[in-house]
């Protein structure tokens, strides 16, 4: 049963399922993808939240640092660090065909 499991969860990795599919185009997980975590700006961030803030993230880091992320769009994530997380990853370098590339919006 593990097995099965195991090849199934390889498979969505492969698959990119947790990526909405009018996404799946752009990389997010290479190595030159560079992420910023932003917490929200309020009195409620939690501690391990807080200590993520303004941190680099390497697009290869991700899956490992945040397994219950969500891709919100082609320049953000939700990293969902905990329950009710209101952080967001911010795309500052991207990848493309052409070459690495600065992402200047925010």
């Known amino acids: 049963m593990r097995v099965i499991r195991a090849a199934k969860i390889a498979q969505a990795i492969i698959d ?3 990526i ?5 185009g752009p990389s997010y997980f290479g190595h030159y993808d560079e992420w910023l975590f932003n917490t929200e700006e309020s ?5 391990e939240c807080e200590s993520h803030n303004e941190t680099v993230f390497y697009g290869n880091e991700l899956r490992s640092f945040f397994p219950y992320l969500s891709v919100e769009s082609e320049n953000s994530i939700y990293p969902s660090v905990h329950p009710n997380c ?3 990853l911010i795309r500052t370098t991207f990848v493309s ?4 590339t600065e992402v200047t919006e925010h």
């Open 16 to 18: 990119k399922s947790w």
């Open 20 to 24: 909405p599919e009018e996404l799946r």
């Open 43 to 47: 009195s409620n961030v939690c501690e």
């Open 86 to 88: 209101r952080c967001k």
């Open 97 to 100: 065909n052409t070459g690495v």
